[in-house]
């Protein structure tokens, strides 16, 4: 079983910017997910591992990044002009086996899912 530690929520200001950190207890391919009350779950960003391709939501295109430490099993999620929208608890989710792209946004094709953190932008 993999286990996720997830960090670097909080609350700020719009415009503002945080920095979210996810650590594997093993090597697995892992993505960024986010939910917002009485919304549904949605897909936030993936990082290849070879860190030569990202895929972000379009909502969060241009304002989010996303990079990972492979040696250390850890993704970062770069969290820019921040808005009111962005107000969700971010999750990342995990899987041992390789994921088609197609498949990526599905979280029903994740297996393994951190506590989340909340991040909450006031304007």
């Known amino acids: 079983q993999v286990q996720l530690t997830e960090s670097g929520g909080g609350s700020v200001q719009v415009g503002d910017s945080l920095r979210l950190s996810c650590r594997a207890s093993e090597r697995a391919y892992v993505a960024w997910f986010r939910q917002a009350p009485g919304k549904e779950r949605e897909f936030v960003a993936y990082?290849?591992?070879?860190?030569?391709?990202?895929y972000l939501a379009d909502s969060v295109k241009g304002r989010f990044s996303i990079s990972g430490d492979n040696a250390k099993n850890t993704l970062f999620l770069q969290m820019n002009s921040l808005e009111p929208e962005d107000t969700a608890v971010y999750y990342c989710?995990?899987?041992?086996?390789?994921?088609?792209?197609?498949?990526?946004?599905?979280?029903?094709?994740?297996?393994?899912w951190g506590q989340g953190t909340q991040v909450t932008v006031s304007s």
């Open positions: 990082r290849e591992r070879s860190g030569a391709t990202t």
């Open positions: 989710a995990a899987r041992i086996n390789r994921l088609v792209l197609s498949g990526i946004r599905t979280p029903e094709n994740w297996y393994y």
